[in-house]
């Protein structure tokens, strides 16, 4: 008991703020918060399934973050139904761009909001989280080679709707690109 202790410990404060920057990336502050916490509330509970190897591990609290995530938009959704259902007002809309005045920031956000939920992670994977191929791959649940089409498919769709959206060249999304030359 002592040595998982020890371990969740270190574990914690090495990965929190890592953890919570992933949540807050993608849903309003308080919200990532309770994601943080409940991500290491079920790595508490699963010491035991946590890798064993450094470097695997971040990609394995991504992953419980990112189950946690779509568990709360479920229970979200279940709520709006809800309300409708009894014509009540829905509850706020989660987080809000804080890009400011940033025309390019708020351009590159409409376009990667317009993706898919899939294309969107992909790319905040490996742009924002700065996770490799393979480690992008294990967050979602497949082999890296078809994490690496995936985010190819995803690049070239970002491109379009950045281009449909306001009519600038492609290339912008290699702000989205994690340094490969390693």
Same mark, same amino acid.
């Given at each position: 008991?002592?040595?998982?202790?020890?371990r969740f410990t270190a574990l914690f404060?090495?990965?929190y703020p890592d953890v919570l920057r992933y949540a807050a990336r993608r849903i309003d502050p308080d919200?990532?918060?309770?994601?943080? $916490?409940? +991500?290491? =509330?079920?790595?508490?509970?699963?010491?035991?399934?946590v890798?064993?190897?450094?470097?695997?591990?971040?990609p394995w609290l991504y992953s419980v973050?990112?189950?946690?995530?779509?568990n709360q938009q479920r229970a979200d959704r279940r709520r709006l139904r809800l309300g409708a259902k009894l014509g009540r007002t829905a509850p706020k809309a989660?987080?809000?761009d804080h890009a400011g005045t940033v025309v390019e920031?708020?351009?590159?956000?409409? $376009?990667? +909001?317009? =993706?898919?939920?899939e294309d969107q992670e992909a790319l905040r994977l490996v742009g924002w989280e700065e996770l490799d191929t393979a480690s992008a791959a294990t967050v979602v649940g497949c082999s890296p080679s078809t994490f690496a089409v995936r985010l190819h498919r995803a690049r070239r769709r970002l491109d379009r709707a950045l281009a449909e959206r306001d009519g600038r060249v492609s290339g912008v999304h290699r702000q989205m690109a994690p340094e490969e030359a390693k």
């Amino acid at each position: 008991m002592e040595d998982d202790q020890t371990r969740f410990t270190a574990l914690f404060q090495h990965h929190y703020p890592d953890v919570l920057r992933y949540a807050a990336r993608r849903i309003d502050p308080d919200q990532a918060r309770d994601v943080a $916490a409940e +991500t290491f =509330l079920i790595a508490w509970r699963r010491m035991d399934d946590v890798p064993g190897k450094a470097e695997e591990v971040l990609p394995w609290l991504y992953s419980v973050a990112r189950n946690t995530l779509a568990n709360q938009q479920r229970a979200d959704r279940r709520r709006l139904r809800l309300g409708a259902k009894l014509g009540r007002t829905a509850p706020k809309a989660a987080g809000s761009d804080h890009a400011g005045t940033v025309v390019e920031s708020l351009a590159l956000h409409e $376009a990667l +909001t317009s =993706l898919s939920p899939e294309d969107q992670e992909a790319l905040r994977l490996v742009g924002w989280e700065e996770l490799d191929t393979a480690s992008a791959a294990t967050v979602v649940g497949c082999s890296p080679s078809t994490f690496a089409v995936r985010l190819h498919r995803a690049r070239r769709r970002l491109d379009r709707a950045l281009a449909e959206r306001d009519g600038r060249v492609s290339g912008v999304h290699r702000q989205m690109a994690p340094e490969e030359a390693k």
